[in-house]
């Protein structure tokens, strides 16, 4: 239990649903992080929160929507995805954003598109 | 951004220790090294993190050279549940860590 918890933990989806994945941290971070792992790739940081603002977006497809209401909670809204995009999608949080800080990440949402 | 350059995977029985060494050569003044561990599906995992000689806590030791182009990351003793992938990141005030493919560390009876 790192203190970092996403929900759901496996999602199936068609390429038009529209779903939404959300993190939760206990930890009083004040950065939020979304990663996307891909069989056999390695993660790839796709947005960044610090203080509820967006410092960060790795050219992902607007598919994808990051949202953050506070420091807390993190959601990443998906809509037509692809099934390229089906991956383990991970939620992390740090004290900040800077690099010497330790991330926390949660379990991840295995996602499957078809 | 430091680049790093890990081997890509390394074979260990139980018992015997695990030497990880990760290349940084354009490692910056205020970078940090720090290793995670990850096991499948699910997150990495903070393992150690240093800036210069030896750091060592309860589950592992990391050495720095004084040019600071390279770290090494020692497993005391391993064992089969020690299986996992590691990775080494380099950052600072950059936030953009770069995790690589890491190496896949495989402990056999």
């Known amino acids: 239990e790192t203190g970092v918890t996403q929900t759901p933990r496996h999602l199936v989806m068609g390429m038009t649903n529209k779903k939404s994945l959300k993190c939760e941290q206990h930890l009083g971070h004040n950065a939020m992080y979304w990663y996307k792992q891909s069989a056999k790739k390695p993660l790839e940081l796709m947005f960044v929160y610090n203080f509820k603002e967006q410092t960060e977006n790795n050219s992902v497809p607007s598919r994808f929507s990051p949202e953050c209401p506070n420091s807390s909670h993190l959601f990443l809204h998906l809509h037509t995805l692809q099934p390229e995009d089906s991956a383990l999608y991970l939620c992390?949080?740090?004290?900040?954003?800077?690099?010497?800080?330790?991330?926390?990440f949660g379990p991840g949402t295995r996602l499957t598109v078809t | 951004l430091a680049k790093t350059t890990q081997p890509i995977s390394m074979d260990s029985y139980e018992g015997q220790e695990v030497n990880i060494t990760c290349s940084h050569n354009n490692i910056a003044t205020n970078d940090y090294i720090t290793w995670y561990q990850q096991f499948p599906s699910q997150g990495p995992r903070f393992i150690i993190q240093?800036?210069?000689t030896k750091v060592t806590n309860e589950v592992a030791s990391l050495f720095i050279p004084a040019d600071r182009k390279s770290s090494t990351l020692s497993l005391p003793r391993v064992s089969l549940s020690d299986t996992a992938v590691y990775y080494c990141?380099?950052?600072?005030?950059?936030?953009?860590?770069?995790f690589g493919a890491g190496t896949t560390v495989t402990v056999r009876a």
């Open positions: 240093g800036y210069k």
């Open positions: 992390a949080s740090s004290q900040d954003y800077r690099g010497q800080y330790e991330q926390y």
């Open positions: 990141l380099v950052g600072s005030n950059d936030y953009k860590l770069s």
